[in-house]
T-cell receptor, first 113, second 115 residues
Framework: AQSVSQHNHHVILSEAASLELGCNYSYGGTVNLFWYVQYPGQHLQLLLKYFSGDPLVKGIKGFEAEFIKSKFSFNLRKPSVQWSDTAEYFCAVKRDRDDKIIFGKGTRLHILP | DAGVIQSPRHEVTEMGQEVTLRCKPISGHNSLFWYRQTMMRGLELLIYFNNNVPIDDSGMPEDRFSAKMPNASFSTLKIQPSEPRDSAVYFC?????????????FGEGSWLTVV
């Protein structure tokens, strides 16, 4: 069955630290990949997405993610985090053959001021 | 532009009562999703529709849960009878299947508490 794994359930960093959140998926076909962010008490919002082309994708607020097909990975990165990045981050995968989007269990990121 | 609209935003109900959650997708979108979010299980896909037709309901936890989409602009998720373990945030989302990128847009969620 298709699945999305986020390795870090809870990450705590100081401001200005670098961030990398892991995401792996299991599906052999073509995929679209997403990272969503959920700020406390709010709904999920799109951070960035990959569907073709350059595997290094840049999103909002200084986030980027790299699609490595051979590793079935789509890790999220930010060189210097801010207190306002405190949120939960979800990786998601959509298969090319249908519209079903599967989310990982999320990573809670807490930035210390 | 109006996003995905859900109602009610918050509901507290007693065990055994029927709960109906409502969703209006973004106009022009042809796919609609119902997700449930809890601390224990994270974000789970319950069911999704394409062109008002249920495509995959394998995530619906049990027969107490049902979902309908009578037209392109409205969907309901019903729980009957409700149980305390159904307490969660229920998100509705929509997308335009076939468009480049297939971004899914979420509503603000319905926070359900069953006591």
């Amino acid at each position: 069955a298709q699945s999305v794994s986020q390795h870090n359930h809870h990450v705590i960093l100081s401001e200005a630290a670098s961030l990398e959140l892991g995401c792996n998926y299991s599906y052999g076909g073509t995929v679209n990949l997403f990272w969503y962010v959920q700020y406390p008490g709010q709904h999920l919002q799109l951070l960035l997405k990959y569907f073709s082309g350059d595997p290094l994708v840049k999103g909002i607020k200084g986030f980027e993610a790299e699609f490595i097909k051979s590793k079935f990975s789509f890790n999220l990165r930010k060189p210097s985090v801010q207190w306002s990045d405190t949120a939960e981050y979800f990786c998601a995968v959509k298969r090319d053959r249908d519209d079903k989007i599967i989310f990982g269990k999320g990573t809670r990121l807490h930035i210390l001021p | 532009d109006a996003g995905v609209i859900q109602s009610p935003r918050h509901e507290v109900t007693e065990m055994g009562q029927e709960v109906t959650l409502r969703c209006k997708p973004i106009s022009g979108h042809n796919s609609l999703f119902w997700y449930r979010q809890t601390m224990m299980r994270g974000l789970e896909l319950l069911i999704y529709f394409n062109n008002n037709v249920p495509i995959d309901d394998s995530g619906m936890p049990e027969d107490r849960f049902s979902a309908k989409m009578p037209n392109a602009s409205f969907s309901t998720l019903k729980i009957q009878p409700s149980e305390p373990r159904d307490s969660a945030v229920y998100f509705c989302a929509s997308s335009l299947f076939g468009s480049s990128g297939n971004t899914i847009y979420f509503g603000e969620g319905s926070w359900l508490t069953v006591v």
